[in-house]
C-alpha cells in the first residue's frame, strides 16, 4: 500500500484547503482511511475517519462542521476539505488505512503516507 497526501499550503485565518490521499496497491473503496495531524513536540491526532463501502464519516469535535473527508472511488483519492481554518489547525496531516475507522483516534493505522504541511497564519 502506498498513500501519498498532497496539498498543503499556507492559508489564512478563515481560509479554506483541501488536501488530498491518493493510494496505489489498494482500492480506498475497500478500507478505512483516517486523517491525521500532528504538530512538532505534540501526540499526533486522529482529525477524522471515512469508512470502507458506504462511507461512513466521524470527526473529531475540533473540526466538526468545519472539516469534512469525501472519498471518489474512480480516483482512488480521499480528500479532506477544510474550512474556516484556524491558526490552531497549523499542523502536518497524514492520511492513513486500516480495516475499520474503530477507535481511529488511539488506535496506529496500518499504512501511513507522508505528511502534508498545513500552515494557518495571516
Known amino acids: 500500500v502506498q498513500l501519498q497526501a498532497s496539498g498543503g499550503g499556507l492559508v489564512e485565518p478563515g481560509g479554506s484547503l483541501t488536501l488530498s490521499c491518493v493510494a496505489s496497491?489498494?482500492?480506498?473503496?475497500?478500507?478505512?482511511t483516517g486523517w491525521f495531524r500532528q504538530v512538532p513536540g505534540k501526540k499526533r491526532e486522529g482529525v477524522g475517519c471515512?469508512?470502507?463501502?458506504?462511507?461512513?464519516?466521524w470527526y473529531e469535535d475540533a473540526v466538526k462542521g468545519r472539516f469534512a473527508i469525501t472519498r471518489d472511488n474512480t480516483m482512488n483519492t480521499v480528500y479532506l476539505q477544510m474550512e474556516s481554518l484556524e491558526p490552531e489547525d497549523t499542523a502536518v496531516y497524514y492520511c492513513?488505512?486500516?480495516?475499520?475507522?474503530?477507535?481511529?483516534?488511539?488506535?496506529?493505522?496500518?499504512?501511513w503516507g507522508q505528511g502534508t504541511q498545513v500552515t494557518v497564519s495571516s
Open positions: 492513513a488505512t486500516d480495516r475499520s475507522c474503530y477507535a481511529y483516534t488511539v488506535r496506529e493505522f496500518d499504512s
Open positions: 496497491g489498494v482500492s480506498l473503496r475497500n478500507y478505512a
Open positions: 471515512i469508512s470502507s463501502g458506504e462511507g461512513n464519516t
